[in-house]
């Protein structure tokens, strides 16, 4: 969310109350009573004014480069003008800031405390783009559970996670928030994250103070901006809206998702702020939400930049679509009684939204406990523990997407490495702790994780000598370096010249018996605001990685970044690549386990990666031409292709090496034709041919050969990940129904359409074996 993060939230300084147990005046609700008439109840004491308050989020506290501020937050909130704050850390100081809202205000609504836990709290995972490249959904899902264990404990019982923005252009910076290209894994993940926040189960979520309140977001269609540029015009069909960007948001819906936020840019010239057709045709009437939708950051005032009109108006628009709950604006405590003074709104419809509001801090138990989650002794115990970091630092190495590992000289590949020698790493990302965990952590201890460097020397002492060097800068240009490092995660700008740090580097390398580059991004190069033209490694860092090649010595390319790269030189040149996203809080260590072989990498993309640029967008799931060039070809007069560049990505949707190799046998089918209450089980063996034990993510693709609409070349609907020994195999089935192939078509309706259809299975979405059955 928009500037969030900025905020330095110190509240505890405003108030002096001592901290003491204190019975909200709603607490001793009757155990017969229920949810809706207890609101109804205390809905029918409360005055337009604070029917209205509960609808402001307000951020609070010293703001660095805000937007809004609020000086006078405790005065609100002892008016009961208040419904919750963000981004406020610290359970004693939420507990404090609790305490003025149940005993000061007039009626003793307990506020909702909502932080950006985006992937993980204290203990870190990978960012969002690597945990989906686990394609491990149980993996996915304790990452959530761990965040919600540690967020509670802290005193937050909301999150504004997951981002389930599904988006095909890697220049937009967000994709690092993101699951990716596809929306059938996209909503695989959205509704591993919903348990893991709320809890597993449906029927029991919020029950416990450990489980927390999930923001689904951004609805809808951020992840598809013009020109790959943050916050820009989003424009598309109601049909392509449908079939290939609305499902994950869906997903997290039938999770059962407890909130949903709005999204920035517009959808069908509308604002989605202000778009009823979205936020209660679709959102509400046609899938059932019944939790609150709130914007993001300042969304109801940055329409009057859309030109929808002055902050009275927007908000009035906002309000009628069917927003909730205004973050930071102000519009609605500052405009929406005298819209209603003036006939522009009904009170029926602030009644609805304060329901919404009082209904989420029941679900969450606030009223029965304002101090539910504000128990002063579980941070020590509960927060950045062993347990957590040892499952943090097992999902980042099952994260890191090996794409390249060729032989060195003739040799074996260079990959895993003995754990003898000595090593060098080089690089600007080598040495930094405060860029290990990647962008949007914000509770995150930074300056406490260990560098690259650091981790492997201390898991391989006694046994590895490692050495270090810096070799470049981030980039040549200091004042994009500036950009690129925000928020405490600086790289300590070298003012050495860029020869002095080569020769450097070279000193260091020429002691080494393999080279380990750190390259890429910082974190703050990906991420909200950090969008990008240029993919390529940045210049100073390609120079350093042409200079190690030629040293004739082993090179490892350990790549961070946040999003898919144009690696086309590095693919050609560097003998291996392991991509390592950013893996939070113990990505060090699990690169180690990578690196040396105690982890044999399992990570697939979900995220193509293109060539150049100008390839973009590139994605699997793409439809064919009337004029498709052949197969295996690169250019054809009259053909949809380049003059310049093959039309294939670098690596493919689903790709990823192992330590060892995997032999997929032909598909069998059960039946060639498939029943319209039938099923049909798909099924391949799949062989470790190599040396090593390993996970193999072995991936489904249907395609409708023909269709009322035109359909994709191929889409993925099935995944399972499998642990393989060394020379075994294992049969993997997969179920079709009927309830694979619904699509919509011309007018939206939700149809399978009979006819001929492909399956596929492979390891990645490009090297597939393919079998037909019918659709009756």
Same mark, same amino acid.
């Given at each position: 969310?928009?500037?969030?993060?900025?905020?330095?939230?110190?509240?505890?300084?405003l108030?002096?109350?001592?901290?003491?147990?204190?019975?909200?005046?709603?607490?001793a609700?009757?155990?017969?009573?229920?949810?809706?008439?207890?609101i109804?109840d205390?809905?029918?004491?409360?005055?337009?004014?604070?029917?209205?308050?509960q609808?402001?989020?307000?951020?609070?506290?010293?703001?660095?480069?805000?937007?809004?501020?609020?000086?006078?937050?405790?005065?609100?909130?002892?008016?009961?003008?208040?419904?919750?704050?963000?981004?406020?850390k610290?359970?004693?100081?939420?507990?404090?800031?609790?305490?003025?809202?149940?005993?000061?205000?007039?009626?003793?609504?307990p506020?909702i405390?909502?932080?950006?836990?985006?992937?993980?709290?204290?203990t870190?995972f990978?960012?969002?783009?690597?945990?989906?490249?686990?394609?491990?959904?149980?993996?996915?899902?304790?990452?959530?559970?761990?965040?919600?264990?540690?967020?509670?404990?802290?005193?937050?019982?909301?999150?504004?996670?997951?981002?389930?923005?599904?988006?095909?252009?890697?220049?937009?910076g967000?994709?690092?928030?993101?699951?990716?290209?596809?929306?059938?894994?996209?909503?695989?993940?959205?509704?591993?994250?919903?348990?893991?926040?709320?809890?597993?189960?449906?029927?029991?979520?919020?029950?416990?103070?450990?489980?927390?309140?999930?923001?689904?977001?951004?609805?809808?269609?951020?992840?598809?901006?013009?020109?790959? #540029?943050?916050?820009?015009?989003?424009?598309?069909?109601?049909?392509?809206?449908?079939?290939?960007?609305?499902?994950?948001?869906q997903?997290?819906?039938?999770?059962?998702?407890?909130?949903?936020?709005?999204?920035?840019?517009?959808?069908d010239?509308?604002?989605?702020?202000?778009?009823?057709?979205?936020?209660?045709?679709?959102?509400?009437?046609?899938?059932?939400?019944?939790?609150?939708?709130?914007?993001?950051?300042?969304?109801i005032?940055?329409?009057?930049?859309?030109?929808?009109?002055?902050?009275?108006t927007?908000?009035?628009?906002?309000?009628?679509?069917?927003?909730?709950?205004?973050m930071?604006?102000?519009?609605?405590?500052?405009t929406?009684?005298?819209?209603?003074?003036?006939g522009?709104?009904e009170?029926s419809?602030?009644?609805?939204?304060?329901?919404?509001?009082?209904?989420?801090k029941?679900?969450?138990?606030?009223?029965?406990?304002?101090?539910?989650?504000?128990?002063?002794?579980?941070?020590?115990?509960?927060?950045?523990?062993?347990?957590?970091?040892?499952?943090?630092?097992?999902?980042?190495?099952?994260?890191?997407?090996?794409?390249?590992?060729?032989?060195?000289?003739?040799?074996?590949?260079?990959?895993?490495?003995d754990?003898?020698g000595?090593?060098?790493?080089?690089?600007?990302?080598?040495?930094?702790?405060?860029?290990?965990?990647?962008?949007?952590?914000?509770?995150?201890?930074?300056?406490?994780?260990?560098?690259?460097?650091?981790?492997?020397?201390?898991?391989?002492?006694?046994?590895v000598?490692?050495?270090?060097?810096?070799?470049?800068?981030?980039?040549?240009?200091?004042?994009?370096?500036?950009?690129?490092?925000?928020?405490?995660?600086?790289?300590?700008?070298?003012?050495?010249?860029?020869?002095?740090?080569?020769?450097?580097?070279?000193?260091?390398a020429? #002691?080494?018996?393999?080279?380990?580059a750190?390259?890429?991004?910082?974190?703050?190069?990906?991420?909200?605001s950090?969008?990008?033209?240029?993919?390529?490694?940045?210049?100073?860092?390609?120079?350093?990685?042409?200079?190690?090649?030629?040293?004739?010595?082993?090179?490892?390319?350990?790549l961070?970044?946040?999003?898919?790269?144009?690696?086309?030189?590095?693919?050609?040149?560097?003998?291996a690549?392991?991509?390592?996203?950013?893996?939070?809080?113990?990505?060090a260590?699990?690169?180690?386990?990578?690196?040396?072989?105690?982890?044999?990498?399992?990570?697939k993309?979900?995220?193509?990666?293109?060539?150049?640029?100008?390839?973009?967008?590139?994605?699997?799931?793409?439809?064919?031409?009337?004029?498709?060039l052949?197969?295996?070809?690169?250019?054809?007069?009259?053909?949809?292709?380049?003059?310049?560049?093959?039309?294939?990505?670098?690596?493919?949707?689903?790709?990823?090496?192992s330590y060892?190799?995997?032999?997929?046998?032909?598909?069998?089918?059960?039946?060639?034709?498939?029943?319209?209450?039938?099923?049909?089980i798909?099924?391949?063996?799949?062989?470790?041919?190599?040396?090593y034990?390993?996970?193999?993510?072995v991936?489904?693709?249907?395609?409708?050969?023909?269709?009322?609409?035109?359909?994709p070349?191929?889409?993925?609907?099935?995944?399972?990940k499998?642990?393989?020994?060394?020379?075994?195999?294992?049969?993997?089935?997969?179920?079709?129904?009927?309830?694979?192939?619904?699509?919509?078509?011309?007018?939206?309706?939700?149809?399978?359409?009979?006819? #001929?259809?492909?399956?596929?299975?492979?390891?990645?979405?490009k090297?597939?074996?393919?079998?037909?059955?019918?659709?009756?």
């Amino acid at each position: 969310m928009n500037m969030k993060r900025k905020a330095k939230l110190i509240i505890g300084s405003l108030f002096t109350l001592s901290i003491g147990l204190s019975s909200c005046q709603h607490s001793a609700t009757s155990s017969s009573q229920t949810m809706d008439q207890f609101i109804s109840d205390l809905m029918s004491k409360m005055t337009v004014e604070e029917k209205i308050g509960q609808l402001n989020l307000p951020v609070t506290g010293e703001i660095t480069t805000g937007e809004a501020t609020n000086s006078d937050v405790a005065k609100k909130i002892e008016q009961g003008l208040v419904g919750g704050l963000f981004n406020l850390k610290g359970v004693d100081k939420i507990r404090e800031v609790q305490k003025l809202a149940v005993e000061k205000s007039r009626l003793g609504i307990p506020l909702i405390f909502g932080m950006d836990v985006i992937h993980g709290y204290e203990t870190i995972f990978p960012i969002p783009l690597g945990l989906s490249c686990t394609w491990n959904m149980e993996a996915i899902e304790q990452s959530a559970r761990i965040a919600a264990t540690e967020a509670s404990a802290d005193g937050i019982c909301w999150t504004f996670s997951p981002m389930v923005d599904v988006s095909r252009d890697p220049r937009w910076g967000r994709v690092s928030e993101g699951n990716g290209e596809d929306p059938f894994l996209g909503g695989a993940i959205a509704q591993a994250m919903v348990r893991g926040y709320q809890g597993k189960d449906i029927h029991k979520q919020l029950k416990n103070n450990n489980q927390i309140m999930a923001c689904v977001k951004h609805f809808a269609l951020y992840g598809a901006p013009d020109a790959g #540029r943050d916050y820009n015009t989003v424009d598309m069909s109601r049909n392509r809206m449908f079939n290939e960007y609305l499902y994950p948001y869906q997903a997290a819906v039938d999770a059962g998702v407890g909130s949903v936020m709005a999204s920035f840019n517009e959808v069908d010239g509308v604002p989605a702020t202000a778009n009823k057709w979205l936020m209660t045709d679709v959102l509400r009437n046609q899938w059932g939400f019944n939790g609150f939708v709130v914007t993001d950051f300042t969304g109801i005032s940055e329409m009057i930049a859309h030109g929808i009109g002055d902050l009275q108006t927007a908000s009035k628009r906002a309000l009628d679509a069917g927003i909730d709950l205004d973050m930071v604006s102000e519009g609605f405590i500052g405009t929406v009684k005298q819209s209603v003074a003036e006939g522009k709104i009904e009170m029926s419809v602030i009644d609805q939204a304060c329901r919404r509001i009082l209904e989420a801090k029941y679900k969450l138990g606030l009223f029965a406990d304002p101090y539910k989650y504000c128990d002063l002794e579980r941070p020590a115990k509960e927060i950045f523990t062993q347990d957590h970091r040892a499952m943090a630092r097992q999902i980042a190495s099952e994260s890191f997407v090996l794409l390249k590992n060729d032989g060195f000289k003739g040799q074996t590949p260079i990959l895993p490495l003995d754990k003898k020698g000595t090593v060098a790493v080089i690089g600007p990302l080598a040495d930094t702790r405060s860029n290990m965990p990647g962008t949007w952590s914000v509770a995150a201890r930074l300056n406490e994780y260990p560098s690259l460097y650091e981790g492997l020397k201390e898991m391989t002492a006694g046994k590895v000598n490692v050495l270090y060097a810096k070799g470049s800068n981030l980039v040549s240009d200091e004042t994009y370096e500036e950009r690129a490092t925000m928020f405490g995660r600086s790289l300590n700008r070298d003012q050495r010249s860029d020869k002095e740090m080569l020769q450097e580097a070279l000193r260091v390398a020429s #002691r080494s018996d393999v080279i380990i580059a750190a390259l890429g991004e910082s974190s703050e190069m990906s991420g909200e605001s950090s969008c990008r033209t240029n993919l390529d490694i940045p210049d100073v860092q390609k120079e350093l990685l042409k200079v190690l090649l030629q040293t004739g010595k082993p090179v490892v390319l350990t790549l961070f970044t946040g999003r898919p790269l144009t690696l086309t030189w590095e693919h050609a040149h560097v003998p291996a690549i392991l991509n390592v996203w950013f893996g939070g809080s113990e990505a060090a260590y699990a690169i180690g386990d990578v690196l040396f072989g105690d982890v044999n990498p399992s990570g697939k993309l979900t995220m193509t990666f293109p060539k150049n640029v100008g390839q973009i967008p590139l994605f699997y799931n793409h439809k064919n031409t009337g004029r498709p060039l052949p197969q295996g070809k690169w250019f054809e007069k009259f053909r949809s292709n380049y003059l310049d560049v093959d039309n294939d990505p670098l690596y493919p949707f689903g790709y990823g090496l192992s330590y060892t190799t995997f032999q997929y046998s032909d598909i069998h089918l059960d039946h060639s034709v498939l029943q319209k209450d039938g099923k049909i089980i798909a099924s391949v063996v799949v062989t470790n041919t190599g040396k090593y034990d390993g996970a193999e993510t072995v991936q489904l693709y249907i395609r409708d050969l023909v269709g009322s609409i035109t359909r994709p070349i191929k889409e993925l609907k099935g995944f399972k990940k499998v642990f393989i020994k060394a020379g075994e195999s294992q049969k993997i089935s997969f179920e079709i129904t009927p309830g694979l192939l619904y699509f919509y078509d011309f007018d939206l309706n939700y149809v399978t359409e009979p006819g #001929r259809f492909d399956v596929m299975i492979g390891g990645n979405s490009k090297t597939v074996k393919t079998a037909q059955f019918t659709l009756e």
